[in-house]
């Protein structure tokens, strides 16, 4: 069984997600230890009320961005950790983690990567006037939203949305294909060479891809 361990910041929607899988035998796997850097992220609810170990680690507590990210590195490495998922986790990763666990720390981002990277890549959407966006599960490198992509999938951009509106759309899907992401890892099918990923023996179910002519 695939030993996770999530970073978040906030809300952990996508944890819940995952949680949820989990428990319904959908994913063989099992959540070791959330890590937040947020004490007051509801990640944290969460986790008690499924039982699974929580820490918080303050970055003002190290005199270095590495020193912090050895402190999260030790404590995963300590659960036996084999796969890191971020899950709405606000910093960009460094060297003492991506070092420790090469290709193995996923993220997933709300836009058609490698458009609109960083920040509110949902209101970069809408302000940019595309009709087409969605989210992107992938690895995790020492770019901002740049590592090599797993899954995506996309859904319509309606003349009338806003950064809200399209962000719930969105969030659908990620609670879909994050899991899904972690599910194809854990069965040892996904495959890095270069920048791209092989699937093995896969493709993506159309029910994570949304018709751009049906309003949901």
């Known amino acids: 069984m695939l030993k996770i361990g999530v970073l978040a910041s906030g809300r952990g929607s996508n944890f819940q997600a995952i949680i949820d899988e989990i428990e319904a035998g959908k994913l063989q796997a099992k959540i070791e230890i959330l890590i937040v850097d947020n004490p007051e992220a509801y990640a ?3 986790a008690k009320k499924h039982g699974i170990p929580y820490l918080y ?11 912090f990210y050895e402190k999260i590195r030790d404590e ?3 659960k036996g950790v084999e796969l890191v998922v971020l899950a709405g986790f606000m910093r960009i990763v460094k060297k003492p983690l991506l070092d420790a666990f090469p290709n193995r720390i996923m993220n997933i981002h709300p836009a058609l990567l490698p ?14 006037g595309v009709r087409i966006s969605g989210c992107t599960v992938h690895f995790v490198d020492e770019g901002v939203d740049t590592g090599p992509i797993i899954i995506q999938a996309a859904v319509p951009v309606h003349p009338e949305d ?16 994050y899991p899904e992401a972690i599910r194809l890892f ?10 791209k990923v092989k699937i093995l023996d896969y493709s993506l179910p159309e ?3 949304t018709n751009p002519e049906i309003r949901e």
């Open 44 to 46: 944290i609810e969460r």
């Open 57 to 67: 680690v303050n970055p003002k507590d190290f005199s270095s961005k590495e020193a």
């Open 76 to 78: 995963l490495l300590s």
């Open 115 to 128: 458009s609109f990277p960083g920040l509110h890549g949902q209101k970069q959407a809408v302000d940019y």
């Open 162 to 177: 806003t950064e809200e509106s399209l962000s719930e759309r969105i969030l659908k899907l990620e609670h879909k294909i």
């Open 186 to 195: 854990a069965e040892g099918r996904l495959k890095v060479e270069g920048r």
């Open 207 to 209: 029910k994570y891809f």
